[in-house]
């Protein structure tokens, strides 16, 4: 074997600084499209359950259109077919101020935000429809039904699931890099190419996502066992 | 208040081909209990879930406290507010303490303050002989409690009738004295109920009047003395043989 490893190369020169500069930007990207797809998530995922054929019509519309096409066509449409339909002001606006960012934010967040939604879907169906009518016989309208009751129930019943969409989104931020996002594994590439040292700088995009991704898991598991409903599920090895 | 709280006036109803309810001609007085009884499928539970619109009736008209459930655009929120109901199945919310549950329609509906919503639920929960379990979440409670505490539920919206499906069917038997109890405290305060129950102590003890129904009809109706002693048709006296052998 020729391999010469060199892993000063991650620490020397502009590595560290474009590996920090495309951490903050996939944090960045991630997080503002994970709101994106959580409310959008829980929007399509309440109105799928409402009685008023319309809005579930729409809901469905939504989710099987943009759940069913790859991130990556998503990510061209966004950056590439949308802001040519806007006006030119807005165009030149978008171009300076980072508009294959924002392309890629609503890409990732309303294609997650479709999948989300099946998952808040699920946990809404899991909730027996006695409660819900329970809420309306005490006198609250529909929707402070599902703010107060049906949706606060919801979400605490479906974190592992949101947590395997959160994970998936923050991995997903890197198809970005395909319109030069310039976030973590755009960097990483970056690295490689300068230094030569493929392996140094992959092993380093590696660990930054894995670390990061079980951050996620470890915040998620704690909100969970913060919010759990008291007696609705016995949690099995659960501290 | 005077006269009728709840009027059924030919009343029909379908599930799909099913006809669940056939020609219901009812008054409930104000101030009067009424025990609603009949086998499994007779409507009766359909019956009492039409009186807060849970189901929506395709024929006839029912008026609740002067107020028609058939209005195009009616405010259903605002009826239901005075229309207080206890299901089979407690239905308590499992994020909430039994506080928060209690307070939750006074605060959110009625707009009562924090601090008077507490003072009422607490005294509600004296009422209904738990109140030390204010600060438990439902899981920890016993199905009697847990009804008792849906029952206070229900009155903290001070409502003027109160709807019972089923209240202890889902109780063990031990527990069902202590929800009947708090139901009949509450007939004896002049609360106007209909009550869809097998507990038919409770019918003799307590209401007004019986109701008997099958296959989505009105069979029989008498003061309970009456109903259980010389009952009129056939298969009242079926279904009273019954469930009151043993």
Excluded at chain 2, 23 to 39: H, Q, R, T, W, Y
Excluded at chain 2, 109 to 138: C, F, M, N, Q
Aim: proline residues 4%; charged residues 15%; aromatic residues 8%.
């Amino acid at each position: 074997m020729q391999y010469q490893f060199k892993w000063s190369v991650l620490w020397s020169g502009q590595s560290a600084g474009w590996l920090l500069q495309g951490l903050i930007t996939t944090l960045e990207l991630s997080a503002l499209a994970w709101i994106l797809a959580v409310c959008l998530g829980i929007l399509a995922g309440a109105l799928r359950t409402v009685t008023f054929a319309p809005l579930r019509a729409a809901a469905v519309f939504y989710v099987e259109f943009f759940r069913n096409v790859p991130l990556l066509v998503w990510m061209f449409f966004w950056y590439f077919g949308v802001p040519p339909l806007l006006p030119r002001v807005v165009q030149d606006w978008l171009f300076n101020h980072g508009a294959e960012f924002w392309a890629a934010v609503i890409a990732l967040g309303v294609y997650t935000g479709a999948r989300m939604s099946e998952v808040i879907r699920a946990g809404i169906l899991s909730i027996p429809r006695t409660q819900f009518e329970a809420s309306l016989a005490m006198g609250l309208t529909v929707g402070q039904a599902y703010r107060l009751i049906i949706l606060p129930i919801a979400l605490r019943l479906i974190v592992p699931p949101m947590t395997n969409e959160s994970l998936n989104l923050l991995k997903n931020s890197s198809v970005a890099l395909t319109i030069s996002v310039a976030e973590l594994t755009f960097q990483t590439r970056q690295v490689e190419t300068y230094t030569a040292k493929a392996i140094e700088a992959l092993t380093a995009g590696t660990l930054i996502y894995l670390v990061l991704c079980l951050g996620i898991a470890t915040v998620m598991s704690r909100l969970e066992r913060r919010f759990a409903i008291p007696g609705l599920i016995a949690r099995v090895g659960a501290g | 208040m005077n006269g009728q709280a709840i009027e059924f006036k030919r009343v029909n109803k379908w599930f799909g081909k099913l006809h669940v309810l056939r020609d219901i001609d009812l008054s409930i007085a104000s101030g009067e209990v009424v025990v609603v009884c009949g086998p499994s499928g007779s409507g009766k539970s359909t019956l009492i879930r039409c009186v807060n619109v849970l189901e929506r009736i395709q024929q006839g008209d029912i008026v609740v406290l002067g107020q028609s459930v058939t209005v195009p655009g009616l405010n259903l929120a605002k009826l239901r507010t005075r229309v207080g109901m206890v299901f089979q199945q407690f239905n308590l919310f499992a994020h909430m303490t039994v506080l928060q549950n209690i307070m939750l329609a006074p605060m959110r509906v009625k707009r009562v303050s924090r601090d008077e919503a507490e003072r009422t639920a607490r005294a509600l929960l004296e009422r209904v002989g738990i109140p030390h379990r204010a600060d438990s979440y439902p899981a920890n409670l016993s199905g009697g409690q847990q009804q008792r505490v849906a029952i206070a539920r229900a009155l903290a919206m001070q409502p003027d009738v109160m709807l019972f499906d089923e209240p202890t069917s889902a109780l063990d038997p031990e527990m069902i004295n202590e929800v009947l109890e708090v139901m009949t405290d509450l007939a004896r305060d002049g609360m106007t109920m209909m009550c869809v129950t097998h507990e038919m102590g409770f019918a003799r003890r307590v209401a007004h009047r019986v109701i008997f129904m099958d296959e989505g009809q009105v069979i029989e109706q008498s003061e309970p003395e009456a109903f259980f002693a010389a009952p009129k048709s056939d298969r009242t006296k079926q279904f009273l043989s019954k469930i009151l052998s043993h």
